[in-house]
């Protein structure tokens, strides 16, 4: 076969993709990214059995969870970017090796590769079913994927100026266990439910930063619908390119819209200042071939939910910038301050006319774990009074199968007297329907991006702690989560460290889990796929 990947959901049948990606990279750049990570397992094991401080790597921390970035589902398919990375990270191999003897390190710490060909003939070699035990190879990937998804949120981190190096510690560690064969399929369990537990770690550092520079979320109305101006559509997650861009289309007559996972920015009370800062336009990310047309001005892409442009006129308007890319869209790369100049895309869309209205009106969200602790006697006086009977937390991604119009339709069905606590793009399957509230508090209730889904475990943390239960389980939540790409898998593994079980995970089951690695997810943590929504809805009531 061409290639091998079953990272996402949306894998081809349920397997893998192994002609070109579901979500349209191509052979060459699944190759690329296999060797990217190789490298940088190599870079672990030299960093491990060398001993070395991750706190004395400097920017070699950075650049390793940026590498892991790169290669998250829809986050980067320009071939050049990937293998101008994969020699910047060989060089920092190969530099960090000096201080390691080479006779006791994996072929991952001391392959070379020339060109282009030595690169795509090597990675042919190390991808994914290079591992022939099913079951190390399954537990091997998901520690991996799990990874990818804690660099992204550690990265965001980083990006704000916080860092935990016990995180950076723990990714060497654990990506130095895949080269491992002498570790058993117990050992790759124990390692798997360590990940989650620095998934925990890296998401509470990214809300440390989030809300130390840019305040607690609030609840607030978004407007969805749009304004007579020039715009800029900003997507993705990182902060702090929203933050660089508002500031430099200050007074210059363009409007700045978020998209997708962008957003709960409206939610911080630092963006509340931009009067140009105008609203949300559009729905999940997979909806973009559509609502880009129409949108008419420039889209920057701050991170991962790229969707390869058919619309050449769309294409010339997508700019990337941090793990982003796409072949022949404009990269925007930070001078050595983190500062980064958009003047183009401003210069852009001034020339451009104003977005067409899809929508109108407003939805509400800001539901943060500070905000609904502000809130904390109404919900709980709302519980013990029976008005809230339970709470469902619906969190997670969104995604083009049609299968997912379950969770629409499950919203829909729900006793009127259930609360769906969200986060991460799932909530623009039912987001905008017209839900209610229960005695003043919205049915639906959005905490903001996936990494959020941190504040729903503080939630049900401090819930337990108010209703004095030994046993989060015990607490009326049910947990109904759709899945997509590899933060979700992090987001997945850290509310298994967090103990809580019977999790049901759609709209299919990762197709990375073999037969006897799903069986201990079952036996042990009760996970379960979805069926039927009159069916969950009935067992979930029980």
Known sequence: MSMFCY????TAGGKGCTVRGVCGKTEDVARLQDLLIYTLKGISEIVVKGKIDATKLGDVNYQVLSSLFMTITNANFDDSAIEHHIRKMIAVRDELKKSVSTDVLHDAATFSVDSREDMLAKAA????????????RSLREMITYGLKGMAAYTEHAMNIGKENFEIS????????????DSLTADDLVALTLKTGEYGVKAMALLDEANTSKYGNPEITQVNIGVRSNPAILISGHDLTDLEQLLEQTKGTGVDVYTHSEMLPAHYYPAFKKYDHFAGNYGNAWWKQLEEFVTFHGPILFTTNCIVPPRNEEVRGRIFTTGSSGFPGCKHIAAD???????????????TLPAPEQIEEGSIVGGFAHNQVLALADKVVEAVKSGAIRKFFVMAGCDGRMKS??????????????????T???????????????????PRVLDAGQCND??????????LKEVFGLDDINKLPITFNIAWYEQKAVIVLLALLYLGVKNIHLGPTLPGFLSPNV?????????????GKVDDDIELFMA
Request: aromatic fraction near 10%; proline fraction near 1%.
């Open 336 to 350: 050595e301050g983190g500062k980064k100049d958009f003047s183009e895309i401003i210069a852009m869309a001034k």
């Open 453 to 462: 889904s941190y504040s729903l475990a503080v939630i049900a943390l401090k």
């Open 125 to 136: 070699t190390i991808g994914v079913l290079a591992t022939e035990n099913e079951d190390v």
């Open 423 to 441: 986060a991460g793009c799932a909530k623009y399957r039912y987001n905008k329907l017209k839900l209610g509230d229960i005695g003043g508090i």
């Open 7 to 10: 990272q996402c959901q949306e």
């Open 169 to 180: 510690s723990f990714v060497y560690a654990a990506l130095a266990a895949t080269l491992d």
């Open 404 to 421: 997912r119009e379950y969770y629409t339709n499950f919203a829909e069905k729900l006793p009127k007297d259930t609360i769906i606590l």
């Open 518 to 530: 799903a069986k201990v997810l079952v036996e042990k943590f009760g996970i379960a796929g979805i």
